[in-house]
């Protein structure tokens, strides 16, 4: 994983870099503090995502680990289950992480969530609509716009 990470983490910082030269306006100093901060925000974030994911996932391995040499030993079945959300809470972190440190997923997400997304560029999509298209499409008649059970 922390491959995976470092892999990531190079790919952005050479991206961070292009796109830096492509700045005609800037002098040259200046564009390499902006290369120099944006290199060490994004470098923090990778460290905040790549320690959530060591905290949530350490706890089981730790737990595997003892069940493989030592399986006599008990584990108790609470400190298990623990362990086990605690890892799959990571996967509900990342994008808490993601809206805290990243400018354009923070609006993408507000987009995507906010009232007026029917009148955006991505467009509303529900079941209704989705069931009056296909009506249409098979060349049927009327079509009731009945709202889904609890909605």
């Known amino acids: 994983m922390l491959v995976l990470y ?11 870099r292009q796109i830096a030269e492509w700045a005609v306006d800037v002098s040259r ?8 901060v944006r290199e ?20 089981i391995h730790i737990l595997n680990v003892v069940r493989l040499f030592c399986p006599q030993c008990l584990v108790p079945t609470d400190l298990v289950l623990t ?4 890892s799959h809470a990571n996967s509900a972190i990342n994008p808490i992480i993601y809206v805290f440190r990243m400018r354009t997923f923070r609006r993408a997400i507000e987009a995507t969530l906010s009232c007026s997304c029917g009148t955006s560029a991505v467009g509303s999509v529900t079941a209704t609509s989705l069931a009056k298209a296909a009506h249409e499409q098979r060349g049927g008649g009327q079509i009731r716009d009945v709202p889904l059970p609890g909605t």
């Not at 470092?6 to 961070?16: D, H, N, T, V």
């Not at 994004?42 to 460290?47: D, G, P, R, V």
């Not at 362990?83 to 605690?86: D, E, S, T």
């Open 40 to 59: 060490f925000r994004m470098a923090t974030s990778l460290f905040i995502v790549v320690f959530c994911f060591v905290v949530c996932w350490f706890p």
């Open 83 to 86: 362990a086990v959300i605690l």
């Open 6 to 16: 470092a892999r990531i983490f190079l790919e952005i910082r050479r991206q961070i």
């Open 29 to 36: 100093r200046r564009r390499r503090r902006r290369i120099v």
